[in-house]
């Protein structure tokens, strides 16, 4: 194995097991229906529709749920996606996206 100054190498295997994790957290609000909810989860984190509706149920009701749990930078992929989502199209008051906000594991 190559020698590399100290602080420049990349990570192995053993070093990954390691990374901090991060929580992709949906915040509720009053603008989205669970049929956005759904179709954006199953879009987006490629969940089945089962699932998805609980997650649209567990936002409603706690008024928040944990979409997945990953590496940082695929957490903020995943939070970017759902932003990027746009409005619901359902809801003539619904400007925008839902929230979604990162948080260790």
Do not use: C, N, W
């Amino acid at each position: 194995m190559p020698q590399e100054a100290p602080g420049t190498g990349v990570l192995d295997q053993a070093d990954t097991a390691f990374a901090r994790l991060y929580h992709v957290v949906l915040l509720d609000d009053d603008d989205h229906t669970y049929d956005y909810v759904v179709r954006m989860v199953t879009t987006v984190f490629g969940h089945d529709t089962t699932t998805a509706y609980a997650h649209a149920r567990e936002v409603d009701e706690t008024g928040r749920t944990i979409l997945i749990t990953t590496t940082l930078e695929r957490a903020e992929l995943k939070q970017q996606q759902v932003h990027d989502f746009g409005a619901d199209p359902l809801l003539e008051r619904s400007t925008g996206p839902m929230r979604a906000v990162l948080e260790p594991a």
